[in-house]
């Protein structure tokens, strides 16, 4: 995370860095502008913690980490690597 999530997010849409992982959870509400960027570009992102990134509530209660990667095999391996912590 370069200072905030939804900004590594907005660096990984622009193609300026290959994954965005947070050791933290996070909110869908503070990164939801960045996660359109994203999938609009068509990279996988995903809420791991959280239900199907499809169906998680847009709310301020619940929290997940985020994995999201140029491809979804990268983006697969950052979560099995983060899941460590």
């Known amino acids: 995370i370069m200072g905030s999530l939804a900004l590594s997010l907005c660096h990984l849409a622009a ?3 290959d994954a965005v992982c947070s050791l933290k959870p996070a909110r869908s509400v503070d990164i939801a502008a960045a996660q359109l960027l994203v999938r609009e570009r068509g990279l996988p992102i995903d809420l791991p913690e959280a239900p199907p990134f499809e169906d998680a509530p847009l709310d301020l209660a619940a929290r997940s980490r985020v994995v999201a990667a140029a491809t979804p095999e990268r983006c697969a391996d950052l979560w099995m690597r983060l ?3």
């Open 15 to 17: 193609g300026r860095v």
């Open 83 to 85: 899941s460590g912590f």
